[in-house]
């Protein structure tokens, strides 16, 4: 069974920093893409992240280039998204999402697998 669970959301502050955690199990870490995607109330869900397991290449979405940076340990089948100078407009819930590469930049429904969610809260 793929199993995707997300870690390290809460409440920080304008301008703070977060790190959010996937442990991925289930299926061979090496041979899938691990991404990150969020939804904010009243809001479509968007890629912010996806990084390949097999030779590290990455991508960001334009709300997030230059603060987040995703990072994978293919030893311990985690993922990381490291988020600093977070704003208002970044709280939403943050989903751990497993695929192809092409298919977690396409946009969600190029995703395979999805995580339950990790809420982030910038207090403005």
């Known amino acids: 069974e793929v199993q995707l669970v997300e870690s390290g959301g809460g409440l920080v502050q304008n301008g703070g920093s977060l790190r959010l955690s996937c442990a991925a199990s289930?299926?061979?870490?090496?041979?899938?893409?691990i991404g990150w995607y969020r939804q904010a109330p009243g809001k479509e869900r968007e890629g912010v992240a996806c990084?390949?397991?097999?030779?590290?290449?990455?991508y960001y979405g334009d709300a997030v280039k230059g603060r987040f940076t995703i990072s994978s340990d293919n030893a311990k089948n985690t993922v990381s998204l490291q988020m600093n100078n977070l704003k208002f407009e970044d709280t939403a819930i943050y989903y751990c999402?497993?695929?192809?590469?092409?298919?977690?930049?396409?946009?969600?429904?190029?995703?395979?697998?999805w995580g339950k969610g990790t809420e982030v809260t910038v207090s403005s």
């Open positions: 999402t497993a695929g192809d590469f092409v298919g977690c930049v396409a946009g969600p429904g190029g995703v395979d697998y």
């Open positions: 289930g299926f061979n870490f090496d041979d899938y893409t």
């Open positions: 990084i390949s397991t097999y030779d590290g290449n990455a």
